[in-house]
């Protein structure tokens, strides 16, 4: 798995990075063979925002939520790619 972070209009966050790293293992247990999923967040009028792609083989899934909370947003994107 290849994970790719981008933070845009905020300082990059290690703590983020590292949650959103665990929230990605868990999609592993989705998808079979290589996997990249990249991640980008900001923050935005409304709040917090993440977006996730996941790109693999013969597959393309994109996720993305705004929240009052960076971590929220990352679970409730997450959430979205595993109900697809």
Known sequence: MIINFS???MDASEAVRTYANEKSERLKNYFKGKIHVTWTFGTE???HSAHCHLL???MDYFGEATEGNM???IDFTVDKIETQ
């Open 7 to 9: 933070f845009k209009h």
């Open 45 to 47: 009028k409304a709040g």
């Open 56 to 58: 693999g083989n013969s």
């Open 71 to 73: 971590y929220a947003a």
